[in-house]
């Protein structure tokens, strides 16, 4: 079954078919299902589903998401407790979250986003250039995306350190050519140390309004913030009383408490923040549809199935 | 001898120091220099200097340009005429000009610039998301610069060719990954394929006007045009035509025929044109310092000094 709420019947669509060709022994269903065909659902694929869209399903042994962020599923308490639940970790995904991060690290060290200001005031004025390994970067998170930012910002000299919250295995990253900081109170002088943060952490209840004042406070005076990730992260009023009084420089922002960002919101008018909307990186349905016809195959025959949510964990 | 002209003393000062750091066995005068130091001098390091700072110098043995651009040296007609006379290939500068063509190449791929406009009317309206793979971007010019270049946008996915007018040896890039377009017989249909056209050209006579209604006219219909080159390539009226048309959906442009680009000018304020201040690359004091002192070292070695100009080819 395929359920989710997509942009238009086009978007529905294409899902539809890039499933059907990625997996076509499988026999797929447009939710809301009939209660015949309820009783059969195996595998439910899901977009941002309605409350409630994977209650009584009898035979349900797998929820696959197609996005990365999976907060606002297990936020559903109708979700079955038992059924394994998948994250999405597509290939396309990635490299759309790749180029984002690279383009707002990109804006932030050539000073794009100022220049962008002084054409608005017909203002020719060149800026000292900096070296990239003059630019440090801090990504908060190191999942599979922060893996993959890294990597694709060290190969552009830039001199990258990332943060956990900590819980991961050491051994997961021992091979990680970069900085590690673990844990909550590695956090101030990671900070302190990043001309850009990139927030790419997972929302839980303990990244759940990290992003407040003392963690501005905690910032290199005039350093960027890049959130990628949730809105639910940041302290709204936290971070425009930070832009305000100059500790931040500037906020390049996808992701809002509210989405769409009322059009009322100060974001949207503010000088030194750039609102995107939710853009940073989607699924694409070409590779996605490939990781989920590998994961509901790995189902049938047994084997072990990818990226599975460790509910207690919240991702 | 240091002669040129600079954004302020402390740009001057940091080249000297800069200088005198990597090559610590020469004796530095600062232009303009007197007569009896007129005499001595063996090494011109130039950047955009007077017309006529290089005339009367008898023991003239080597110009070396701090810049990529040589155009407005070979248009000194007090140019000491067999004076070796070598541009600055500095990789610092090169990866500058990466720089700004890889975020130049993602924000239109990613349609940043779309969403910075949108952003203005408190817009949230997210676009449809391309892979780098569905993007073809042409450069114009295939020398050191286009080649950096090249390699970082095909390590990004991008669908990669370039153009030369031709002249070069094809031995020199048999081991291109890539498609080569040569001569001006091929300029239309490697326009009609690219999605984004990067302009990477010298300025020389067969250069000058180039991008013309003609040229324009054979960019596929809303592709995009990136100039990190020089301005004088450009027929203003014509690319301001075809933006108006739709033909060309948007200019990014860092180089103009009159710089600083007049306070009144079109380009300012078109809602589908990014205007920089010559700012895509500037030589970095300290890798190209040290380009300077190996052709120096060279030079009085008797050794070939590197990237002499070709004054007929003109660059």
Redesign the interface.
């Known amino acids: 079954m395929l359920a989710g709420r997509w ?1 238009g019947d086009d978007e529905r669509e294409r899902w539809l078919q890039a499933l059907r060709d990625a997996l076509p022994e499988a026999r797929w269903i447009v939710a809301p299902a009939d209660a015949v065909a309820r009783d059969e659902i195996e595998v439910a694929v899901v977009a941002n589903p309605a409350p409630g869209a994977l209650a009584a399903l009898p035979r349900l042994k797998l929820v696959q998401s197609l996005w990365a962020g999976v907060d606002r599923l297990l936020a559903d308490a109708t979700l079955p407790p038992d059924v394994p639940l998948a994250r999405m970790v597509d290939p ?1 995904l990635t ?2 979250m790749v ?2 991060a ?2 707002a690290v ?2 932030l ?4 986003f100022d ?2 200001a ?2 608005a005031q ?1 203002q ?4 000292p ?1 900096r ?2 390994d003059e630019v440090a970067v801090l990504l908060l998170g190191f999942g599979a995306l922060g893996r993959a930012v890294a990597e694709r910002l060290m ?3 830039y001199r990258v350190s990332a943060w956990r919250r900590g819980g991961a295995d050491r051994d997961e990253v021992q091979d990680a050519p970069l900085t590690l900081h673990d844990g909550a109170d590695a956090l101030p002088a990671a900070l302190a140390q990043a001309d850009i943060v990139i927030d790419l952490l997972p929302l839980t209840a303990q990244t759940r309004g990290l992003l407040d004042a003392r963690f501005f406070a905690a910032m290199r005076r005039g350093a960027a913030l890049v959130n990628l990730a949730r809105g639910a992260h940041v302290d709204d009023a936290a971070l425009l009383a930070a832009l305000d009084a100059g500790q931040l420089g500037r906020a390049v922002l996808d992701v809002f408490a509210t ?3 009322p ?2 919101h100060r974001y ?2 503010h000088p030194r923040v ?6 940073a ?2 699924s ?1 349905p070409r590779s996605a549809a490939q990781v989920v016809a590998g994961n509901v195959r790995a189902l049938w025959r047994g084997k072990p199935v990818a990226h599975l949510v460790e509910r207690d964990r919240g991702y």
């Open positions: 942009a396309g490299e759309a180029q984002t690279q383009w990109l804006s060290h050539r000073r794009f220049y962008a002084q054409q017909a020719w004025l060149p800026l250039q070296r990239a190969a552009m000299g989405e769409p960002l059009a009322d949207w008018r750039t609102v995107l909307p939710h853009i990186a989607l694409d």
